[in-house]
């Protein structure tokens, strides 16, 4: 019997429950909103970062994660915010919020200017561990989604899926979108062959991403 590729990473034990729940019992804060490489915190502990086509839920999980509320904050305005934002995590940890990808309101210098920035935050930061791209439960991977995808191919950095707002779909409807999410991630050789299921309303999968991270340490 085959297993699936991209299986949904199993439940961690207590140990790494307990390791994640520490990391993130921390206090979480703004540092800064880089527009430049040159504006970059320097290098001095591991970091995560986080993309994902706009409304996709981004700041919600990073507000989930570190039970701060309103830490990140999502824009009115989708696809507004252009500058890549670092939250400390403890003293162990930043968290880097990746501008919401996905609208083309923003002139097309400005889109230049912000693609080439993430171009070079990702294949130029050492500390950068794990990329967690951002999918909605409900929709699957869309066209933005892949060029995120290989550009994190190209960069040499690998990317963990997570579903966001799995809450929202049923059973059935999940399986269907599963499916479409494996399909996709199979050609991508930069991605890490497990999906990580999420709600940030309801806080599942909240704990295992949290342990996931500490293991990265």
């Given at each position: 019997m085959s297993t699936l590729p991209f299986p949904l990473v199993e439940d961690p034990d207590e140990f790494a429950l307990e390791r994640g729940r520490k990391l993130f019992a921390g206090?979480?804060?703004?540092?800064?909103?880089?527009?430049?490489?040159?504006?970059?915190?320097?290098?001095?502990?591991?970091?995560v970062c986080f993309a994902g086509r706009s409304n996709v839920g981004k700041s919600s999980l990073i507000n989930a994660l570190t039970g701060t509320k309103g830490l990140a904050r999502a824009s009115n305005t989708?696809?507004?915010?252009?500058?890549?934002?670092?939250?400390?995590?403890?003293?162990e940890l930043y968290l880097v919020d990746l501008p919401g990808y996905g609208y083309a309101n923003a002139?097309?210098?400005?889109v230049e200017k912000w693609q080439r920035l993430l171009k070079q935050y990702l294949s130029g930061r050492q500390t950068l561990r794990r990329a967690f791209v951002l999918i909605d439960a409900r929709h699957g991977v869309k066209p933005v989604d892949a060029e995120i995808m290989k550009l994190l191919d190209t960069s040499a950095v690998t990317f963990q899926?997570?579903?966001?707002?799995?809450?929202?779909?049923?059973?059935?409807?999940?399986?269907?979108?599963?499916?479409?999410?494996?399909?996709?991630?199979?050609?991508?050789p930069a991605a890490f062959p497990e999906i990580v299921l999420t709600s940030s309303e309801k806080g599942d999968g909240i704990p295992t991403l949290r342990s996931i991270i500490a293991h990265l340490e």
């Open positions: 206090e979480s804060e703004f540092v800064k909103g880089v527009v430049a490489m040159n504006g970059l915190p320097a290098p001095d502990r591991l970091e989708p696809g507004r915010t252009q500058e890549i934002n670092f939250f400390t995590q403890g003293p002139p097309v210098k400005v899926c997570v579903m966001t707002k799995a809450d929202k779909v049923k059973a059935n409807d999940r399986e269907k979108v599963l499916d479409q999410v494996r399909g996709a991630l199979s050609k991508h």
